[in-house]
């Protein structure tokens, strides 16, 4: 009976989360935009004006088309309706066109495509299960994770102020796992499929993808100690699994590999000529790497153990730009962060083969490849912290000690973004977003787990609570000292810096928990 009325009227709060947060990505329409706004813009006319055979070629602006075909004819369906509010954004040589009607379309357009993003998120919360039953529906698993990924900060600030099309892939992706937690293996491999097609960035989690359908769909059985049954591998399985992956690929490539473009397409999609990091340092290992450099640098300096005329330009007084030279320690190339990369991946790659725990299993070691991408990727933006975060939602609400890592993350991984809105009409709304953000899930959380031990201990607390000084320090004390002159890129070396011991802490916790978990012999049965 309890499950008819569930299925009857039990999801209206669901519709007013969406429509509630629908509404708010309406009010920040006005608001600041970066230069991504003309890239997409850019984008828009490069697909309708020009035929196919020059799409990657195209290079008036300098935003050229750098995602996969799909994306592409996605802008280029767009550019037919965007027409209509303003043909003049469609012009290739109107850069940095910005009438009232096309920031009313774009940001609209973002707002619609983001229907598959809800969707997508309905589909998860049908596959949490509560350990208890609450009776309050706020306190219901499924409530909060609604909340966590609807009002997500991040993906807000970043879409509909900051300005991207996240939210419909990050849709595709969900409901990629939605999927196969509920045992649905083609489809959901067809949507990740899709999906890479869309935006090549989920490149990184395409080894967790990988193992666990090798091991839940083209193997059929386990034996009882949960190692897997050889003999019951599927060979139609796979045939259906490579099909799957070569149509799309197909679908995608294959007009370029006719015309013979490959290799100017994937030159597009790659560009390793960009450096190690962007030019905020996103808060992951190299961020460490470079601030090491930095202080040995200074040292050096101060007691003569380097020639001044010998050190690069650009690391001593540039800050934080693009092409970043070491001085100290070893300068990186991009094969060095592919095999760094690889490294910190395998070990969550054979903890999902050898240690099954099912949907659970699969999006532990998903999260593990997002944030080891993130870590020892080759110039990643702060940006791709939320292809942990949001997935770890999921997590966060079925277990305690993924719950207390979720909060360590997402504060962490959501106060570095904040450098991406730097202007002052956005200062007191990326604060209250983030106040009510971070307030609901630390509230929410501790009341789901209020029967278990304190999801954070003392220490995590106190760096915490230590960003508040950081962000009056960088947004109020030094832009009023004497020191924002001659060393602007202070703020964000900070917070780079200072982000990034909470994430890589974060990553090697959410490790070791995967490592040393004992699973019982029902679940590696299962």
């Given at each position: 009976?309890?499950?008819?009325?569930?299925?009857?009227?039990?999801?209206?709060?669901?519709?007013?989360?969406?429509?509630?947060?629908?509404?708010?990505?309406?009010?920040?329409i006005p608001?600041?935009y970066?230069?991504?706004?003309?890239?997409?813009?850019?984008?828009?006319a490069?697909?309708?004006?020009?035929?196919?055979?020059?799409?990657?070629?195209?290079?008036?602006?300098?935003?050229?088309?750098?995602?996969?075909?799909?994306?592409?004819?996605f802008?280029?369906?767009?550019?037919?309706?965007?027409?209509?509010?303003?043909?003049?954004?469609?012009v290739?040589?109107n850069?940095?066109?910005?009438?009232?009607?096309?920031?009313?379309?774009?940001?609209?357009?973002?707002?619609?495509?983001?229907i598959?993003?809800?969707?997508?998120?309905r589909?998860?919360?049908?596959?949490v299960?509560?350990k208890?039953?609450a009776k309050?529906?706020?306190?219901?698993?499924?409530?909060?994770?609604a909340?966590?990924?609807?009002?997500?900060?991040?993906?807000?600030?970043?879409?509909?102020?900051?300005?991207?099309?996240?939210?419909f892939?990050?849709?595709?992706?969900?409901?990629?796992?939605?999927?196969?937690?509920?045992?649905?293996?083609?489809?959901?491999?067809l949507?990740?499929?899709?999906?890479?097609?869309?935006k090549?960035?989920?490149?990184?989690?395409?080894?967790?993808?990988?193992?666990y359908l090798?091991?839940?769909?083209?193997?059929?059985?386990?034996?009882?100690?949960?190692?897997?049954?050889?003999?019951?591998?599927?060979?139609?399985?796979?045939?259906?699994?490579g099909?799957i992956v070569?149509?799309?690929?197909?679908l995608?490539?294959?007009?370029?590999?006719?015309?013979?473009?490959?290799p100017?397409?994937?030159?597009?999609?790659?560009?390793?000529?960009?450096?190690?990091?962007?030019?905020?340092?996103?808060p992951?290992?190299w961020?460490?790497?470079?601030a090491?450099?930095?202080?040995?640098?200074?040292?050096?300096?101060?007691?003569?153990?380097?020639?001044?005329?010998k050190?690069?330009?650009?690391?001593?007084?540039?800050?934080?730009?693009?092409?970043?030279?070491?001085?100290?320690?070893?300068?990186?190339?991009?094969?060095?962060?592919?095999?760094?990369?690889?490294?910190?991946?395998?070990?969550?790659v054979?903890?999902?083969?050898?240690?099954p725990?099912?949907?659970?299993?699969?999006?532990?070691?998903?999260?593990?490849?997002?944030?080891?991408s993130?870590?020892?990727?080759?110039?990643?933006?702060?940006?791709?912290?939320?292809?942990?975060?949001l997935?770890?939602?999921?997590?966060?609400?079925?277990?305690?000690k993924?719950?207390?890592?979720?909060?360590?993350?997402?504060?962490?991984?959501?106060?570095?973004?904040f450098?991406?809105?730097?202007?002052?009409?956005?200062?007191?709304?990326?604060m209250?977003?983030?106040?009510?953000?971070?307030?609901?899930s630390?509230?929410?959380?501790?009341?789901?787990?209020?029967?278990?031990?304190?999801?954070?201990?003392?220490?995590?607390?106190i760096?915490?609570?230590?960003?508040?000084?950081?962000?009056?320090?960088?947004?109020?004390?030094?832009?009023?000292?004497?020191?924002?002159?001659?060393?602007?890129?202070?703020?964000?070396?900070?917070?780079?810096?200072?982000?990034a011991?909470?994430i890589?802490?974060?990553?090697?916790?959410?490790?070791?928990?995967v490592?040393?978990?004992r699973?019982?012999?029902?679940?590696k049965?299962?």
């Open positions: 009976q309890r499950g008819r009325v569930m299925a009857a009227g039990g999801w209206g709060w669901f519709r007013a989360l969406a429509l509630g947060v629908s509404l708010l990505k309406c009010l920040l608001t600041y970066s230069t991504d706004f003309e890239v997409h813009r850019n984008w828009l490069i697909t309708h004006n020009l035929p196919l055979s020059q799409w990657y070629y195209e290079a008036t602006s300098e935003w050229t088309l750098d995602y996969p075909p799909f994306f592409a004819w802008e280029y369906v767009l550019s037919h309706i965007a027409k209509y509010f303003d043909h003049k954004m469609l290739i040589e850069l940095n066109y910005s009438s009232q009607a096309t920031i009313f379309f774009q940001r609209f357009s973002v707002i619609f495509t983001d598959l993003f809800i969707y997508a998120v589909e998860c919360c049908r596959c299960n509560g208890r039953a309050d529906i706020l306190e219901k698993p499924a409530f909060i994770l909340v966590l990924l609807l009002w997500n900060f991040g993906l807000l600030i970043v879409d509909h102020i900051h300005f991207q099309y996240n939210g892939l990050f849709g595709l992706m969900l409901l990629s796992v939605a999927r196969l937690c509920q045992k649905k293996y083609l489809e959901g491999a949507l990740f499929a899709v999906l890479l097609h869309f090549h960035i989920y490149l990184y989690v395409a080894p967790a993808y990988g193992v090798l091991r839940s769909y083209c193997f059929t059985a386990n034996h009882a100690d949960g190692s897997v049954k050889w003999r019951s591998f599927s060979f139609l399985h796979v045939t259906l699994l099909l070569c149509l799309v690929s197909a995608s490539l294959g007009p370029f590999i006719v015309l013979g473009q490959l100017q397409v994937i030159s597009r999609l790659f560009p390793f000529k960009r450096g190690l990091c962007h030019a905020y340092w996103a992951n290992f961020a460490l790497y470079n090491m450099d930095k202080a040995l640098t200074v040292v050096g300096l101060k007691y003569d153990f380097l020639d001044p005329t050190i690069p330009k650009a690391s001593m007084t540039g800050g934080l730009v693009q092409e970043f030279q070491h001085t100290v320690l070893p300068s990186v190339t991009p094969l060095a962060t592919l095999i760094c990369t690889f490294i910190s991946i395998l070990p969550s054979f903890c999902l083969w050898f240690k725990q099912g949907p659970r299993g699969f999006l532990q070691c998903l999260v593990l490849c997002a944030l080891s993130f870590m020892f990727g080759w110039h990643v933006h702060e940006k791709a912290i939320l292809l942990a975060i997935p770890l939602s999921l997590l966060s609400v079925q277990r305690a993924d719950a207390g890592i979720y909060l360590i993350l997402t504060t962490t991984g959501h106060f570095s973004l450098p991406l809105l730097f202007t002052a009409p956005e200062l007191p709304i990326k209250l977003l983030m106040l009510l953000f971070t307030v609901y630390f509230s929410s959380l501790n009341s789901l787990f209020r029967r278990e031990r304190p999801l954070l201990n003392w220490l995590e607390t760096y915490l609570i230590q960003l508040v000084p950081l962000e009056i320090f960088c947004e109020i004390i030094f832009p009023l000292s004497p020191w924002k002159l001659r060393f602007p890129f202070v703020p964000l070396l900070l917070t780079s810096v200072y982000c011991l909470g890589t802490y974060a990553w090697l916790k959410l490790y070791v928990a490592l040393t978990e699973i019982p012999v029902r679940q049965a299962e």
